[in-house]
């Protein structure tokens, strides 16, 4: 599994290892971290964007091929598209190519649907790609090498995925950004009206969906969200009523490449793998905001990443 040691893709796995899967894990370490990786599996230290990758990826000769690797951030993608392409484009390409030359039984994607669909309501796998930003139109590149590569594969479009230990200084992560300015205590700064909406999801709810596509019999692309809209001032609301605060809320104007509206339909996924997201919002808050207690208690001298987005400028809700 490429990108095994970030937020989605440690979560995925540790429920690898937990089944008593083999598991492999490849991973620069850039967004990501080593203690992330699940104890039981075997990390390799490399750059999907490196075409040596090819021969690593193959050596493994794995049996399925998770491809969860990715230049995540919007705002960096507008900044520097070509390092978007490399990274998100000819690594996917790197890693198809070293999986089938591995002799790989499946290939799964991780892509991003917001980012392809653009400014949705209801979208679903049909629905025509409409990408905002060169990080959508790279992912949407990105799918077409896997589908275009004869092997029986499987894409996961997530909408906008949230949960314990995820980043608040990279850009999708609206629930960690807002979360963590509202536990240190520190402003809240929102681009445009606030009434722009997200599919959010919970990160173990997408796990148990990349799960079944893993062991889907199909060849496909899967919608993986709630169905539901939430928007980024009703969020900011529900945090604040768990947290028990109130927000000092800073307007900036929106940013190119920003979303309005984003919801998916997962009509399809629950008709033909029989998956349903488990998580409703709150709760699905409260268990994060639960565990990233018990994280902080265990680690006392613990940094959130909130105060600093990449480019260093306090991190915003989009």
């Given at each position: 599994?490429?990108?095994?040691?970030?937020?989605?893709?440690?979560?995925?796995?540790?429920?690898?290892?937990?089944?008593?899967?083999?598991?492999?894990?490849?991973?620069?370490?850039?967004?990501?971290s080593r203690e992330a990786v699940p104890t039981g599996a075997r990390l390799i230290e490399a750059s999907v964007a490196d075409s040596s990758v090819i021969r690593v990826v193959a050596g493994v000769r794995a049996e399925l091929v998770?491809?969860?690797?990715?230049?995540?951030?919007?705002?960096?993608?507008?900044?520097?598209?070509?390092?978007?392409?490399?990274?998100?484009?000819?690594?996917?390409?790197?890693?198809?190519?070293?999986a089938r030359a591995g002799g790989a039984r499946r290939f799964v994607f991780l892509s991003s649907g917001g980012a392809i669909y653009g400014d949705s309501d209801g979208?679903?796998?049909?629905?025509?790609?409409?990408?905002?930003?060169?990080?959508?139109?790279?992912?949407?590149?990105?799918?077409s090498i896997v589908t275009t590569?004869?092997?029986?594969?499987?894409?996961?479009?997530?909408?906008?995925?949230?949960g314990p230990r995820q980043r608040s200084d990279l850009e999708g992560g609206v629930v960690a950004i807002l979360t963590d300015r509202l536990l240190d205590g520190l402003p809240v700064e929102i681009h445009g009206s606030g009434r722009h909406t997200r599919d959010l999801v919970h990160v173990d709810d997408v796990v148990n969906a990349v799960l079944e596509i893993c062991g889907a019999r199909a060849t496909g692309t899967w919608n993986v969200g709630t169905g539901q809209a939430t928007s980024v001032l009703d969020l900011l609301h529900r945090l604040e009523r768990l947290i028990g605060t109130t927000a000092h809320v800073e307007w900036r104007p929106a940013r190119p490449g920003d979303i309005t509206s984003s919801r998916l339909s997962i009509e399809r996924?629950?008709?033909?793998?029989?998956?349903?997201?488990?998580?409703?919002?709150?709760?699905?808050?409260?268990?994060?905001?639960?565990?990233?207690?018990?994280?902080?208690?265990?680690?006392?001298?613990?940094?959130?990443?909130?105060?600093?987005?990449?480019?260093?400028?306090?991190?915003?809700?989009?």
């Open positions: 599994m490429t990108g095994g040691a970030g937020f989605i893709g440690s979560r995925i796995g540790r429920a690898l290892v937990g089944r008593r899967d083999d598991v492999t894990v490849l991973d620069d370490l850039s967004g990501g998770i491809h969860a690797a990715a230049q995540v951030s919007v705002l960096r993608s507008l900044d520097a598209p070509e390092g978007d392409w490399l990274v998100n484009v000819d690594g996917t390409r790197h890693v198809v190519e070293g979208a679903a796998e049909s629905s025509p790609p409409a990408p905002k930003s060169p990080y959508g139109r790279s992912k949407l590149a990105a799918e590569s004869r092997l029986d594969h499987g894409i996961a479009r997530l909408a906008n995925v949230y996924i629950g008709r033909e793998l029989g998956w349903h997201p488990r998580w409703e919002l709150d709760a699905g808050l409260r268990a994060m905001l639960d565990e990233m207690a018990v994280a902080d208690a265990r680690e006392p001298g613990l940094v959130r990443s909130a105060s600093a987005s990449p480019d260093g400028q306090p991190a915003a809700a989009s």
